[in-house]
């Protein structure tokens, strides 16, 4: 696989960055994936308008080769030969002379940008999506800015192996009562022919997908509520799903061991995934 390091285009057993770099001491980077379906970037506009918020919002200059992104993503899935997959965007603080907690100043430490991509033949047309997924819910015990969609992602992992180990797929987080998101990914109930997920704040990730899917919802004349809601509610919901950049709309047929609506995919989540896919092809 042909992958992307500041400006090169290398092999990746060829590709390096610095063991100084702040993302790899300090988290200290912000990334974007972008899902590619019969070789087209899905949604790309809105990761790199996203990508561009983090940056600010963590003070991190953006890189010199920012208005190159959309070329370099379309040179990559071109020389990967990709048709359905991924492609992974890091942008780092860079390199400092050391390790250190002050930011280096951005005239001498210039942006680490790595790009690859994830080839997944079948992506759109997923097993999973026909049969849903499990989740189990767990504390959300996250840092405060999850509208910032840095590279610290070692609780999320944690989320992800609690739910294997409890033979699950996936982790709803829970604050204060309330879910906020999945730990990769934004959580919906369906209730009749509404639609209820988190308002956006703070507290998650502002999903790329998460706003095309209610665009799509409401012009299916479908209500959508953005309001706090509990695991219990969602339990006792017709249907729920998920939504991201690698699983579109997904949806989940338990929660914490208890069957939504019939346990089965529902109509309504499975008619917004086709819709979505339709729409972003
Ligand atoms: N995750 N919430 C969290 C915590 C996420 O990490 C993601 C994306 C989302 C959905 O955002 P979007 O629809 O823009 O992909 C919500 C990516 C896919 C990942 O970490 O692989």
């Known amino acids: ?55 600010n919002e963590l003070d991190m200059p953006k890189p010199e080769a920012f208005d190159d992104l959309l070329d370099i993503h379309r040179k990559l899935v071109e020389i990967n030969e990709i048709d359905e997959g991924m492609i992974y965007l890091q942008v780092t603080r860079g390199a400092a002379s050391d390790r250190d907690f002050v930011f280096p100043d951005p005239e001498e430490v210039k942006p680490t940008v790595v790009l690859f ?23 959300d015990v996250r840092w405060g800015r999850r509208d910032i969609k840095t590279t610290q992602l070692l609780y999320p992992s944690m989320g992800k192996m609690m739910a294997k180990k409890a033979g699950c797929d996936d982790a709803w987080m829970v604050e204060d009562g309330f879910v906020t998101e999945g730990t990769s990914n934004n959580a919906y109930f369906i209730k009749g022919n509404k639609i209820v997920t988190r308002a956006l704040s703070t507290d998650i990730l502002h ?75």
């Open 1 to 55: 696989r042909t992958v992307y390091v500041n400006g090169d285009y290398l092999p990746e057993t060829e590709a390096k960055v610095s063991i100084f770099d702040r993302a790899f001491l300090m988290a200290d980077g912000v990334y974007e994936v972008t899902s590619v379906l019969g070789g087209k970037l899905i949604d790309f506009d809105g990761h790199i308008k996203r990508l561009e918020r983090s940056l």
């Open 117 to 139: 991509t994830q080839n997944k033949p079948g992506l759109a047309d997923s097993p999973a999506a026909k049969t849903g997924i499990k989740v189990i819910s767990i504390e």
């Open 207 to 281: 999903g790329i997908t998460r706003a095309a899917v209610l665009r799509f919802a409401r012009e299916a004349q479908m209500e959508v509520e953005e309001r706090n809601f509990t695991i219990e509610e969602a339990q006792g919901a017709d249907e729920a799903f998920i939504t991201s950049a690698s699983t579109f709309v997904m949806p989940v047929v338990e929660i914490d061991g208890k069957a939504i609506g019939e346990g089965v995919p529902g109509t309504r989540a499975a008619r917004l995934r086709e819709i979505y896919l339709d729409e972003s092809r």
